[in-house]
C-alpha cells in the first residue's frame, strides 16, 4: 500500500501579505514532493486557537504565531513537529524556528534614514510586552541607529489590537490619544519606523490631522509591502522581509524532521530584505539624494548655506543639481535657500524682539551691512523698514 500522505496544518494570520507570501513559498517548494496534504487553518486573532475540536489527525505545522497563541504547546506535547516562521517561540525548544536575518531588514531601515539626512527616529511597535523577541529585534534596531549617530528611540503604541487586524482602530482615531502625543512630543525632523503598514498608515493620518508634513517634518516608514502603505497619503516607503523564502526553507526543515524523526537545530536564518522606497519619505521628487538635500536646505538655510555645501551633500555637480532639483520641486536649490533664508529673517524682524545686528548673526551674516544688503537685494526694502511696520508694543 502507498504510504499515506503527511496532513500538514499552515497557521498563519489572514488578511497580511507576510501571511501569503509564506503560503506561496510552501507551495512552491511542496510541489516538488507532493507528499502532503495541506490545511490551512487561519489564526483569526491571537490567543484564539484554529485547531479543530477533537484529536484530529495531524503529523505536523508551519505556523507564524504569537506567544500568546498558546495552542501551539497543545501541539507539542502531542509531539507534532512545528515550525514557526517567525522570530517568537525562542523559548520553547521543541519549536523549529526559520526566521529573516534581523541585522539585514534593520541595517536597511536604519540607512534608508540616514541617507535622508535624518538625525532622531522613533521605532514604533504593539504588545511588545507580549513578544520579547520582537522587542529585542526592534532595540537592536535602534541600538543600530545610535551607533550611526542618530538620536533613537523605541516605543510601544499599546492597545490591545494591531492594526493590521483591526478595522476599527484603523479608522477610530479618537481612541489614538497616546499616539497623537506621542506624535505631538517627537522633535521635527524624524524618522518613524512602524512595525506594520497598516500601523504606518495610521500613523500617516495622525501625522495629517496634526498638521506635520510627510516627510519635511516626520518620515514615515511601514513595513510588509501591504496594499494600505500604497493606500496612504502620500504612499508609504516599506520595508520586506524575504518571506517566500522563509516558506521554502519551512518545507524543507519539515520534510528533513519526518524522514529522519529528528528535529532539526534552529533557528535558521535567512538573508536578504527588500526596501520599497515611496514618499513618505521621499516626498515629491522620489529620489533618496534629492530628499536629503531638500532636508538639509530646509534645517540650515535659515543660518546661510552655499552651493558648495550643497554639491558636498549631494554628490552631483552643479549643472545636474540644478536640473534635478528644479525638475523634482519646481525651483533651483539656492532660490530655495533664499526663499528660506529671507523668510526667517522677515520673521524675526517682524517680532521685533531683538536689535538688526542681532538679527543677523542668527541669520547666519559676518555683520549687519552683509544682512542689510542681501535682504535689500533679495526684497526690494531694508530690514529697518520692516521694523517700522512692526514697531515693538
Known amino acids: 500500500m502507498p504510504e499515506r500522505r503527511k496532513i500538514v496544518a499552515l497557521i498563519f494570520p489572514p488578511h497580511v501579505r507576510y501571511s501569503r507570501e509564506l503560503t506561496l513559498g510552501v507551495i512552491e517548494q511542496h510541489a516538488g514532493l507532493r507528499q502532503w496534504s495541506l490545511l490551512e487553518l487561519p489564526r483569526w486573532a491571537p490567543g484564539v486557537s484554529p485547531l479543530p475540536d477533537g484529536d484530529f489527525p495531524l503529523d505536523g505545522a508551519i505556523i507564524w504565531v504569537e506567544p500568546r497563541d498558546t495552542f501551539v504547546l497543545d501541539l507539542v506535547k502531542r509531539g507534532i513537529p512545528v515550525v514557526n516562521c517567525g522570530i517568537e517561540w525562542a523559548q520553547e525548544s521543541k519549536i523549529v524556528r526559520v526566521t529573516p536575518h534581523p541585522e539585514?531588514?534593520?541595517?536597511?531601515?536604519?540607512?534608508?534614514?540616514?541617507?535622508?539626512?535624518?538625525?532622531?527616529?522613533?521605532?514604533?511597535?504593539?504588545?511588545?510586552?507580549?513578544?520579547?523577541?520582537?522587542?529585542?529585534?526592534?532595540?537592536?534596531?535602534?541600538?543600530?541607529?545610535?551607533?550611526?549617530?542618530?538620536?533613537?528611540?523605541?516605543?510601544?503604541?499599546?492597545?490591545?489590537?494591531?492594526?493590521?487586524?483591526?478595522?476599527?482602530?484603523?479608522?477610530?482615531?479618537?481612541?489614538?490619544?497616546?499616539?497623537?502625543?506621542?506624535?505631538?512630543?517627537?522633535?521635527?525632523?524624524?524618522?518613524?519606523?512602524?512595525?506594520?503598514?497598516?500601523?504606518?498608515?495610521?500613523?500617516?493620518?495622525?501625522?495629517?490631522?496634526?498638521?506635520?508634513?510627510?516627510?519635511?517634518?516626520?518620515?514615515?516608514?511601514?513595513?510588509?509591502?501591504?496594499?494600505?502603505?500604497?493606500?496612504?497619503?502620500?504612499?508609504?516607503?516599506?520595508?520586506?522581509?524575504?518571506?517566500?523564502?522563509?516558506?521554502?526553507?519551512?518545507?524543507?526543515?519539515?520534510?528533513?524532521?519526518?524522514?529522519?524523526?529528528?528535529?532539526?537545530?534552529?533557528?535558521?536564518?535567512?538573508?536578504?530584505?527588500?526596501?520599497?522606497?515611496?514618499?513618505?519619505?521621499?516626498?515629491?521628487?522620489?529620489?533618496?539624494?534629492?530628499?536629503?538635500?531638500?532636508?538639509?536646505?530646509?534645517?540650515?538655510?535659515?543660518?546661510?548655506?552655499?552651493?558648495?555645501?550643497?554639491?558636498?551633500?549631494?554628490?552631483?555637480?552643479?549643472?545636474?543639481?540644478?536640473?534635478?532639483?528644479?525638475?523634482?520641486?519646481?525651483i533651483r536649490p539656492l532660490d530655495e535657500v533664499i526663499q528660506i533664508r529671507i523668510s526667517h529673517a522677515r520673521k524675526l524682524l517682524e517680532e521685533n524682539k531683538w536689535p538688526i545686528w542681532e538679527i543677523s548673526r542668527r541669520c547666519g551674516f559676518s555683520s549687519q551691512a552683509a544682512f542689510y544688503n542681501y535682504f535689500h537685494r533679495h526684497t526690494g526694502i531694508t530690514p529697518s523698514e520692516i521694523g517700522k511696520k512692526h514697531p515693538s508694543q
Open 104 to 330: 539585514d531588514i534593520n541595517r536597511k531601515i536604519v540607512d534608508h534614514f540616514l541617507s535622508l539626512g535624518l538625525k532622531r527616529m522613533v521605532v514604533l511597535g504593539h504588545k511588545l510586552d507580549t513578544r520579547p523577541a520582537t522587542r529585542l529585534v526592534m532595540q537592536a534596531m535602534v541600538d543600530q541607529a545610535i551607533a550611526g549617530g542618530m538620536d533613537a528611540v523605541l516605543r510601544d503604541i499599546g492597545g490591545e489590537y494591531s492594526p493590521s487586524l483591526s478595522p476599527r482602530r484603523l479608522l477610530s482615531f479618537a481612541d489614538e490619544t497616546q499616539l497623537k502625543k506621542l506624535l505631538a512630543t517627537i522633535p521635527k525632523p524624524a524618522g518613524i519606523f512602524c512595525a506594520g503598514d497598516a500601523m504606518g498608515y495610521m500613523v500617516s493620518l495622525l501625522a495629517e490631522d496634526g498638521g506635520w508634513r510627510i516627510p519635511e517634518d516626520l518620515a514615515i516608514m511601514g513595513g510588509g509591502g501591504e496594499v494600505i502603505g500604497e493606500m496612504a497619503h502620500p504612499p508609504l516607503t516599506s520595508i520586506m522581509a524575504p518571506m517566500k523564502e522563509i516558506g521554502r526553507t519551512a518545507v524543507n526543515l519539515l520534510q528533513e524532521w519526518f524522514e529522519t524523526g529528528i528535529q532539526p537545530s534552529s533557528p535558521v536564518t535567512v538573508r536578504g530584505a527588500e526596501l520599497r522606497e515611496r514618499e513618505s519619505t521621499l516626498g515629491r521628487s522620489g529620489r533618496v539624494v534629492l530628499a536629503a538635500v531638500r532636508r538639509y536646505i530646509e534645517e540650515n538655510a535659515a543660518k546661510g548655506i552655499g552651493m558648495n555645501d550643497l554639491l558636498e551633500v549631494s554628490g552631483m555637480s552643479a549643472k545636474k543639481l540644478n536640473q534635478d532639483y528644479q525638475q523634482a520641486f519646481g
